[in-house]
Nanobody
Framework: QVQLVESAGGLVQPGGSLSVSCAAS????????MGWYRQTPGKEREWVAT???????NYADSVKGRFTISIDNAKNTIYLQMNSLKPEDTGVYYC????????WGQGTQVIVSS
C-alpha cells in the first residue's frame, strides 16, 4: 500500500511558474514508476510526466521543455516544476505511483488565468 500526499496547487498567471510535490508513504526506490496526470472537467485524465526507477523521465509533448520532474529520495518525494504556464495547463493534477499496483493522490488544483 502506498499513500500519496500532494501539496497545494494554486492560481498563477499565464507565463508564470508553480511547483507541486507528491510525498509517498514508502521508499520510492521500491516504486516502479511515479509521476503526474491531470484532468479538466469533461475530459479524460491525461498523462503529464513520469519518472521511472532508474532515473528515466518522460514528458507529454504538451509540457515538454516547460515541466520538469525532480526527486528527493531522502523525503520519498517527487516534484513537478511547471514553467511558462498556459491556460490549457489548468486542471486537477494527480500524483500516480505504481509498485506493481496503481495508486493515486487526492489531486491538487492548478489554475492558470489572468
Amino acid at each position: 500500500q502506498v499513500q500519496l500526499v500532494e501539496s497545494a496547487g494554486g492560481l498563477v498567471q499565464p507565463g508564470g511558474s508553480l511547483s507541486v510535490s507528491c510525498a509517498a508513504s514508502k521508499s520510492i526506490f521500491s516504486i516502479i514508476v511515479m509521476g503526474w496526470y491531470r484532468q479538466t472537467p469533461g475530459k479524460e485524465r491525461e498523462w503529464v510526466a513520469t519518472t521511472e526507477r532508474g532515473g528515466r523521465m518522460n514528458y507529454a509533448d504538451s509540457v515538454k521543455g516547460r515541466f520538469t520532474i525532480s526527486i528527493d529520495n531522502a523525503k520519498n518525494t517527487i516534484y513537478l516544476q511547471m514553467n511558462s504556464l498556459k491556460p490549457e495547463d489548468t486542471g486537477v493534477y494527480y500524483c500516480h505511483a505504481n509498485d506493481g499496483r496503481p495508486y493515486w493522490g487526492q489531486g491538487t488544483q492548478v489554475i492558470v488565468s489572468s
